[in-house]
């Protein structure tokens, strides 16, 4: 299943799992990654609070289903547009 595939009229790429995968040796290349935020309290699902949270990762795009529909409430799952040559920030503060 590698290949390009679209994300909101964008193209991305989609790899194979690989065990001991190093983001950071992509420098200066954009990744989509699925980012998980656990306790997050209810009153902070907003779509406009989860944007701002996953613009302080990267650039927000999207948010999974079951967070959408609160259909499981002990994570928060976003995917976030980075840039590897940017690092990856380990935590953010809400």
């Known amino acids: 299943m590698e290949g390009k595939r679209y994300l909101y009229s964008s193209i991305s790429s ?3 799992w690989m065990p001991m995968y190093d983001p950071m040796r992509e420098k200066d290349s954009i ?3 699925w980012t998980k935020m656990h306790s997050l309290p209810l ?19 999207d948010v999974e289903e079951e967070t959408h529909f609160l259909d499981r409430t002990s994570t928060v799952e976003i995917c976030v547009e980075m840039n ?10 809400i």
């Open 14 to 16: 989609l790899k194979n």
């Open 31 to 33: 990744q989509l990654l």
């Open 43 to 61: 009153e902070l699902w907003l779509e406009m609070d989860l944007t701002m949270r996953g613009n302080r990762l990267g650039r927000m795009l």
């Open 84 to 93: 590897m040559g940017d690092g990856l920030c380990e935590c953010t503060n």
